[in-house]
């Protein structure tokens, strides 16, 4: 019985040990409880605040750009240096070529006439930044005291340098663009239109569109840029944009600024047209050459057909480039210049490493510099004869100032420029 009474006193125990392990378990649970029903308040809460962003960043776009400090903008220009400063049309822009955060980049300075007061200058970095679009050119800052906007830099220039150079033997001029390339680039440009037009609340003008006002990168993509900020927009600012970018078509067809010849060409005879197309583009497929042309002239004379508008004329631009892509893709007229496109021997376009970084040229004495690229002579001694330390390509100090002949270079770049020379006797 004492052994019994042992026993059951020590069950007790351990029961009321259970049951106390019991109670705190409940007690536990009904805290994980509260804690979820917190998570799941605060769940909800965080889906109808993101719901909300989201739905304020439909209605009024973030702006996604960065003002950078006028001793960044002096740094990456170099002091906003000659050898930096882009030219078009051989004559000097008011856009420098610079480097920020390891980023190539462009950077336009805005004078006194082109914005008179800081309000006009920030409501058109607004305006700006408001632009985006794969074929409209992208704002990636501003600097608010030196009243410039950093643009991102397109590396193969405008078209009206590569369309209209002085001289047939002209570098850019032989960098040529194939019949395809420049489909792409008036399909492009339209689609870029097309979204300018298309804008809300209100449609928005380019006003002064050419050439001169398309850049291409690297792929030759065309980017659209310099859209002014519109005042007002009404149809016949529209219209202006349609025979614009008519006038444009004619002059990718040609190479030459005067629309009237594919005019006459396709009012005389079908086959007259391949007189006039340019011929730095190749053989141009005739169906397709007609049909640019059709559609160039169509605009030109917009006020005959009053419903004409970019909606309609990328519809008919996307059948254009889809039947080009169709002919490349079969193996048909893939020529350029008389050439096979991928046949790199004989392209006059340079390899990039031909081009000195400073002035964007072939060189004609390369010279290695402490940073390991090779440089114009001229252009690289100017560049540290002013008292400049770091390099022209990573913005790293340089560990000195020894320059080195690359002969292999300056052999490959000769040999190159010899067999470009035979092949267009």
Not at 138 to 149: A, D, K, N, W
Not at 164 to 170: E, K, L, V
Not at 267 to 282: F, N, T
Not at 417 to 424: A, G, P
Request: glycine share 6%; hydrophobic share 40%.
């Amino acid at each position: 019985m004492q052994l019994s009474s042992v026993a059951r006193s020590r069950a007790e125990v351990q029961l009321e040990k259970v049951l106390k392990q019991r109670m705190d378990t409940v007690k536990e649970i009904e805290e994980f409880r509260g804690q979820r029903d917190v998570l799941r308040r605060r769940i909800t809460f965080c889906r109808e605040k993101d719901a909300i962003g989201n739905a304020s960043m439909l209605i009024e776009p973030r702006l996604e750009y960065k003002e950078f400090s006028a001793a960044e903008i002096r740094t990456a220009t170099d002091g906003f240096s000659n050898l930096m400063r882009l030219k078009s049309g051989g004559d000097w822009t008011d856009v420098y070529k610079a480097k920020l955060h390891h980023t190539s980049v462009a950077i336009k300075l805005y004078s006194s006439a082109d914005v008179d007061s800081e309000d006009t200058f920030l409501a058109k970095v607004k305006f700006l930044s408001l632009m985006r679009h794969p074929h409209m050119l992208s704002m990636i800052g501003y600097c608010s005291e030196l009243r410039c906007i950093v643009f991102e830099y397109m590396h193969n220039g405008c078209l009206r340098d590569i369309l209209f150079s002085g001289t047939r033997g002209s570098k850019r001029r032989n960098y040529g663009l194939n019949w395809q390339a420049r489909i792409c680039i008036v399909a492009n440009v339209c689609t870029g239109l097309c979204f300018l037009h298309r804008a809300k609340p209100r449609p928005v003008a380019h006003g002064n569109l050419n050439p001169s006002k398309i850049l291409l990168d690297r792929n030759n993509m065309a980017k659209i840029y310099d859209v002014r900020i519109p005042l007002s927009c009404d149809k016949s600012d529209l219209r202006s944009d349609i025979r614009a970018y008519g006038n444009l078509v004619l002059q990718i067809l040609t190479g030459r600024n005067w629309a009237r010849l594919v005019e006459e060409a396709i009012m005389m005879d079908q086959s007259k047209l391949i007189e006039v197309l340019d011929p730095m583009a190749g053989e141009w497929p005739l169906d397709i050459a007609l049909e640019l042309g059709r559609i160039g002239i169509k605009c030109l004379s917009i006020h005959e057909d009053k419903e004409l508008n970019m909606t309609n004329l990328a519809r008919e631009m996307e059948k254009v480039k889809k039947l080009a892509d169709e002919i490349v893709a079969n193996g048909e007229c893939v020529v350029a210049n008389g050439r096979n496109l991928d046949d790199h021997e004989d392209s006059t376009e340079f390899p990039n490493f031909f081009l000195c970084p400073i002035l964007q040229e072939v060189m004609k004495n390369p010279h290695v510099a402490a940073d390991g690229f090779s440089y114009e002579l001229e252009a690289i001694e100017e560049w540290l004869k002013n008292g400049r330390d770091t390099s022209p390509m990573t913005n790293l100090r340089l560990k000195g100032n020894l320059l080195t002949p690359n002969h292999s270079l300056r052999a490959l770049i000769q040999d190159s420029q010899k067999r470009q020379s035979t092949s267009t006797r």
